[in-house]
Structure formats: C-alpha cells, structure tokens
C-alpha cells in the first residue's frame, strides 16, 4: 500500500508544493508546528532516510539545504531541520522556521488561505 506521500507525488492527494526537482518534492505540511513547516521527501518509497540510495540520499539533503537557505532568506529567521522517521512510512526531512514558543506535538491551525499566502511566500522556482 502506498504512503500518503507517495500519493501527493502521484497527484492523487493534493498539496501546497515549495519545490520540485526530479528525485524530491516538498511542500508544507498540513499540520504545521510552525508558521511555514516544509517537508522534502524523495521520490521513492523508503521508509528510512538511511535506507535511500545514494543519489537520492543525496538529493534528499541537497534539496533539503535549498529550500532552508531560501526560508532563511524569505523568513528571516534559522531553520530546524529534524529527521524522525516514525510519523510516515516515508523517507522525509522536516524544515521548520525556529519559533521560541514552539512546544512538542503542537499543530497550529491553518486556514487554506494561510497555506496558499504561505506557499506563495515560499515557494521556490528554480
């Protein structure tokens, strides 16, 4: 049975995409514990970062690297990357804008309106 996330690379579940290239993809996660939480995830089904091939390990961390330089960039403030690997049986990193008030298991209720002016604000076209 495929992930959830390998149903948003297949188009089957929607998403607010940030990025693209040919071995990731990311987008923000729905159930945000920051302002602006971003996963990136190959395009492959691996349920362990360690477990990826090197190219897509690689291309895994590379993308990750970009996409937190532009966050940096647009939102002024350090990225959290965490890698925990239990939520989804899915290889992925998580990119989270640091937040002082940020509390573990938090999710901060977003409108569909706030993703969309969110991912407007961070998406990455190149």
């Known amino acids: 049975m495929s992930s959830v996330f390998t149903k948003i690379i297949n188009r089957e579940i929607p ?3 940030i ?3 040919d071995k990731t993809l990311s987008f923000l996660n729905i159930n945000p514990e920051t302002r602006g939480h971003v996963l990136v995830i190959p395009k492959i089904e691996v349920e362990k970062v360690y477990d990826l091939p090197q190219d897509y390990f690689q291309a895994l961390m590379e993308s990750a ?3 937190a330089q532009h966050m940096d960039k647009k939102l002024g403030t350090r990225i959290v990357w ?3 690997g ?3 049986p899915h290889a992925h990193v998580h990119l989270l804008p640091f937040d002082e008030t940020w509390t573990k298991d ?3 209720e977003t409108t569909p309106e706030e ?5 407007q604000e961070l998406e990455l076209t190149s």
Do not use: L, T
């Open 106 to 108: 938090r999710v901060i």
């Open 65 to 67: 690297k970009k996409i």
């Open 115 to 119: 993703f969309e002016q969110i991912r």
């Open 86 to 88: 239990k939520d989804v």
């Open 82 to 84: 965490k890698i925990i």
């Open 19 to 21: 990025y693209e290239d």
């Open 15 to 17: 998403c607010y995409k």
